[in-house]
């Protein structure tokens, strides 16, 4: 499991949006693996996985967003890319 740290650190050797979208297709694939570790079965279950990663995005995001760097990353790029590779967690996590 990667932390925001990690992310970022692996953001910043390579600051391109093809980079940042790797990055959020590792965390996607990581909700499987959370998931499955914790055995969730219920939508709610589910839900949790899918905001404790978006909360990892964001916190990657402030992280690589501030005024040192001189870079900013969408908030919201865990969704996207989420929703696009997952059609049906549109319903789970809007």
């Given at each position: 499991m990667m932390k925001a740290k990690d992310m970022a650190a692996r953001y910043l050797a390579d600051r391109t949006p093809e980079n940042a979208a790797k990055i959020a297709y590792?965390?996607?694939?990581?909700?499987?693996?959370?998931?499955?570790?914790r055995h969730c079965q219920s939508n709610s279950a589910m839900t949790a996985v899918l905001r404790e990663c978006d909360?990892?995005?964001r916190a990657f995001c402030r992280l690589v967003s501030s005024d040192?760097?001189?870079?900013?990353v969408n908030t919201n790029g865990f969704k996207l890319v989420l929703h696009k590779l997952v059609p049906l967690a549109v319903e789970l996590f809007p």
């Open positions: 590792d965390l996607v694939m990581e909700t499987s693996a959370i998931a499955t570790a909360d990892k995005w040192e760097f001189g870079c900013t």
